[in-house]
Every structure is written in C-alpha cells, then in structure tokens.
C-alpha cells in the first residue's frame, strides 16, 4: 500500500481480542513507530520495543509498560503497533518525563541531577551530552572518579593488572633471565 507521504507501508492484521475498539474482528498493526526520535518495531511486544530508545533499559521499559497498559488498555505483552497514531505524543511524554506518570526516582537515568536537583530522564541525544558533561564536571572538580573517566582506566574499584587490556599497552612484562 502507498501511503500519503511516498513511503512504503506495511501493516499486519492480528487477532482483536476484545480490548482495542474496531470495525472487525482484526487489528492493524502499525511495524514501524516513531517515538522520541527513534524508530521502534511495531510487532514487538510494548516492553521489548520499548528498549529500542536510546536511554530506555529492560527495568524501565518494564515500569513504562505497565504505565501504557493503563493508559492505552494494551498489554505489555501486545505489539507496540496496536496504540492508535494519536498516541505517540502521549507515550513521548511518558518516555521522556516517567517521574510525572508514577515512576520513581531511582528508576530515571540521572536521579538528583547535578544541574537542576531533580530526578530527570534523559534520552537519546540529550543522554550522550549529559554523559560528557558529566565526565567534565567530575574531571573540573578533580574527583578520582574523574581522573580515571579521562585516562580510560577502570573507575569501580576493579583490578587493572590482568583482565582489561583491550586497546592498551601491556603494562606487565615478563621477568628477563
């Protein structure tokens, strides 16, 4: 089918299982959903397309799920392509500001943020500039933290003796006789 915009679209017909108000008895799926920037597999459960946003890991997609089931009246378990087109400015909302719709604070990419004090949620873009600006922030303020960050080294305690070499000199050398 050719849609109005020139691209190409497919759609897959389910199964309508009571829950989602149509002419029949089969629901149009849409396979490509665009949501924050990002496009997501609209035959994937809601829980698993989910993780396709940048930012968007398996316990928050999860939480985001279960918020859309109340929402929208969609299981976590149902493709993502069964939300009608008028949803995707709600589920945008939902994704980039999860602390407004119930999701606590420890669940949110940046809890107590070092700019604005609150527990805010980064996506995308804005998660890879706010990761170098944090990286600056800890390297201005001359944390230990900090200074590994920027040297490449491991900055949780690990040991750096043995295991992680990968693009490094060898540090240990073999004892010459």
Do not use: C
Request: a positive charge; zero cysteines; aromatic letters at 4%.
């Amino acid at each position: 089918m050719e849609a109005s915009g020139g691209a190409n679209l497919i759609t897959l017909l389910i199964p309508n299982h009571g829950n989602i108000p149509t002419g029949g008895s089969m629901a149009e799926v849409r396979t490509i959903i665009r949501i924050a920037g990002f496009d997501l597999d609209g035959t994937k459960p809601v829980y698993q397309a989910l993780r396709g946003i940048k930012g968007v890991g398996h316990n928050l997609a999860r939480m985001l799920s279960y918020i859309i089931k109340e929402k929208f009246n969609i299981s976590p378990s149902e493709p993502l392509g069964l939300l009608p087109p008028e949803a995707d400015k709600t589920l945008e909302d939902i994704v980039r500001n999860p602390t407004k719709y119930g999701i606590p604070g420890w669940a949110v990419n940046s809890p107590r943020d070092i700019e604005s004090g609150k527990d805010t949620h980064y996506i995308g873009t804005d998660l890879e500039t706010h990761i170098i600006t944090v990286k600056k922030h800890l390297l201005e303020i001359g944390t230990r933290r900090g200074i590994r960050l920027a040297r490449g080294l491991k900055v949780r305690g690990q040991r750096t003796r043995s295991h992680p070499r990968r693009n490094k000199i060898s540090v240990v050398g073999r004892k010459r006789r």
